[in-house]
Every structure is written in C-alpha cells, then in structure tokens.
Nanobody, 125 residues
Framework: QVQLVESGGGLVQAGGSLRLSCAAS????????VGWFRQAPGKEREFVAA?????????YYRDSVKGRFTISRDNAKNTVYLQMNSLKPEDTAVYYC?????????????????WGQGTRVTVSS
C-alpha cells in the first residue's frame, strides 16, 4: 500500500506560479511511476504529467502544459513535485497525484493503483 498526500494548491493570479507536492508513505516509493491529473469543475479528470520511477528521461506532459509545467521527483524524500508556471485560468482544477508500480509511464487513469485526495488550484484572471 502507498498513501499519497498532495499539497501546495491555492489561489493565484494568472501568470503566477505554484508548486504542488505529492508526498508518499508506505511501500518503497522509488519503484513507482507517478502521474498528476486534474479535474476542472464540470469536466472529466484529465492527465497532466507523469514521471517514471527513476525520474530520468521518461516524462510526459499534456500538450497544453508543455513549457509551463515541470514534473520532478526526489526519491530520498518520497516526494514528486509539479512546478506550474505561467498559470492560466483554464488550469483551475483539483489536482491529484497517482502512483503505479510499473516500469513504463502511464498516462491513463486505469493504470494507476493509488490516488491522493487532491489539492485545489484556482487561477484568477
């Protein structure tokens, strides 16, 4: 079992930045791929970014956040980060992190086994 807790959400003006954290406890976190997803009001949850267990070159982003968001991980701290810059109102959502004990980098929700409770991000115009 892996427990995930997100933090770092909040209210920010358009153009601002936030850094989300996903802290893990339980089993060895370093063997898990981790993804960030988000769900805007009235919309389906969508993929945002994901990183392999090693944090090497296997990183994926949805097109709309490329160049603005950066996912990274510190396995020594059992934490994955999502640095979000140049935020836009359309980035407003509840952001969730998820973990999967796989060697590839999942971008689809069913491939993830563990989910956090989410952290809310609101970007004002």
């Amino acid at each position: 079992q892996v427990q995930l807790v997100e933090s770092g959400g909040g209210l920010v003006q358009a153009g601002g930045s936030l850094r989300l954290s996903c802290a893990a406890s339980g089993r060895t976190f370093s063997s898990y791929a981790v993804g960030w997803f988000r769900q805007a009001p009235g919309k389906e949850r969508e993929f945002v970014a994901a990183i392999s267990w090693s944090g090497g070159g296997d990183i994926y982003y949805r097109d709309s956040v490329k160049g603005r968001f950066t996912i990274s991980r510190d396995n020594a701290k059992n934490t994955v980060y999502l640095q979000m810059n140049s935020l836009k109102p359309e980035d407003t959502a509840v952001y969730y992190c998820a973990a999967a004990e796989v060697v590839y980098v999942p971008v689809l929700e069913p491939h993830y086994d563990y989910w956090g409770q989410g952290t809310r991000v609101t970007v004002s115009s």
